[in-house]
């Protein structure tokens, strides 16, 4: 048996984070398969970051899927890393640009600016 930290949808691993959102636990494997263990409730201020971004990727996969690009700038101007730097006039510039050069990439989008 091995155990390694992988990564695996949270099934009530993580109990103070989203269900089915992506977690990395401590995984045993053996040749019947991948037992992910149980780590219970995150440190509170933990739990707090990681949820804000699990919230941010679930925006993010909606503006996708619904093809909504004001909501891809409400999920880029949220995320903690890109606030610190960035101006929301900034951010909204940024999300332009790359809006503009993938719009072969992006069919799903109804328009490309912000």
Do not use: W
């Given at each position: 048996?091995?155990?390694?930290?992988g990564n695996v949808p949270n099934t009530q691993l993580i109990t103070n984070l989203p269900q089915g959102a992506c977690?990395?636990?401590?995984?045993?494997?053996?040749?019947?398969?991948?037992?992910?263990?149980h780590v219970g409730a995150l440190?509170?201020?933990?739990?707090?970051?990681?949820?804000l971004n699990s919230?941010?990727?679930?925006?993010?996969?909606?503006a996708s899927l619904s093809g909504d690009p004001t909501m891809?700038?409400?999920?880029?101007?949220?995320?903690?890393?890109?606030a610190a730097?960035?101006?929301?006039a900034e951010i909204k510039q940024l999300v332009n640009?790359?809006?503009a050069q993938n719009q072969?990439?992006?069919p799903q989008l109804k328009r490309f600016e912000v």
């Amino acid at each position: 048996m091995v155990k390694f930290n992988g990564n695996v949808p949270n099934t009530q691993l993580i109990t103070n984070l989203p269900q089915g959102a992506c977690a990395e636990v401590p995984v045993l494997v053996d040749k019947a398969g991948f037992y992910p263990i149980h780590v219970g409730a995150l440190p509170p201020q933990c739990a707090l970051l990681t949820n804000l971004n699990s919230s941010i990727e679930e925006l993010a996969i909606t503006a996708s899927l619904s093809g909504d690009p004001t909501m891809v700038y409400h999920a880029i101007a949220h995320d903690p890393l890109t606030a610190a730097v960035l101006s929301l006039a900034e951010i909204k510039q940024l999300v332009n640009e790359m809006f503009a050069q993938n719009q072969a990439h992006l069919p799903q989008l109804k328009r490309f600016e912000v």
